[in-house]
T-cell receptor
Framework: DGGITQSPKYLFRKEGQNVTLSCEQN?????MYWYRQDPGQGLRLIYY???????QKGDIAEGYSVSREKKESFPLTVTSAQKNPTAFYLC?????????????????FGDGTRLSIL | AQSVTQLGSHVSVSEGALVLLRCNYS??????LFWYVQYPNQGLQLLLK??????LVKGINGFEAEFKKSETSFHLTKPSAHMSDAAEYFC?????????????FGSGTRLQVQP
């Protein structure tokens, strides 16, 4: 079955450490997204990528970095510059054959990675 | 900026009662609207979507929502709650007057179903 796989499910970060969250999809979707979820705040957009080798900052990109070297993969690195990284991180993807069409397409979500500070 | 407001962070209903979860958006141009459900420690699952076709949208698990442009609302309803409906529900928008391709989410409503 097609879907989005996020790993690991739980991750712990030490002070000053960078950690990378994995997101892989086999849906053949062009666009991929990273969201951060905090209690009572809904989901907030960190980064998104519309196509391979291209990505844009979302609403809360500071302290995070991404890469998009393959269509299937969109890893997120939480750097030491992110001072409050404890959250639930969700990866999503959708398709669309053009900029105006993509907004109509629902996003498919992975099961998330919960990041905590040691 | 485009925004989504979900009134009521917690809603409690009895099993068999009507479920009503409220969502209002702000956009001068009707956006695309979505309702997602999230069970504990899981990702989001699409319930239904409005993409400028019929204003009354039917989704999975007996849920439906009505797009009302005059009220800038997209409230989610279900005639009879089931215990399995207990979860967190998110309203989200894309497009609209910002042309935003990514989703903007409301803060969520946690639904409790009492036996």
């Amino acid at each position: 079955d097609g879907g989005i796989t996020q790993s690991p499910k739980y991750l712990f970060r030490k002070e000053g450490q960078n950690v990378t969250l994995s997101c892989e999809q086999n849906l053949n979707h062009d666009a991929m997204y990273w969201y951060r979820q905090d209690p009572g705040q809904g989901l907030r957009l960190i980064y998104y990528s519309q196509i391979v080798n291209d990505f844009q900052k979302g609403d809360i990109a500071e302290g995070y970095s991404v890469s998009r070297e393959k269509k299937e993969s969109f890893p997120l690195t939480v750097t030491s510059a992110q001072k409050n990284p404890t959250a639930f991180y969700l990866c999503a993807s959708n398709t669309g054959t053009g900029g105006m069409v993509r907004e109509r397409q629902p996003q498919h979500f992975g099961d998330g990675t919960r990041l905590s500070i040691l | 900026a485009q925004s989504v407001t979900q009134l009521g962070s917690h809603v409690s209903v009895s099993e068999g009662a009507l479920v009503l979860l409220r969502c209002n958006y702000s956009s001068s141009v009707p956006p695309y609207l979505f309702w997602y459900v999230q069970y504990p420690n899981q990702g989001l699952q699409l319930l239904l979507k409005y993409t400028s076709a019929a204003t009354l949208v039917k989704g999975i698990n007996g849920f439906e929502a009505e797009f009302k442009k005059s009220e800038t609302s997209f409230h989610l309803t279900k005639p009879s709650a089931h215990m399995s409906d207990a979860a967190e529900y998110f309203c989200a928008v894309s497009g609209g007057d910002t042309g935003r391709r990514a989703l903007t989410f409301g803060s969520g409503t946690r639904l409790q179903v009492q036996p």
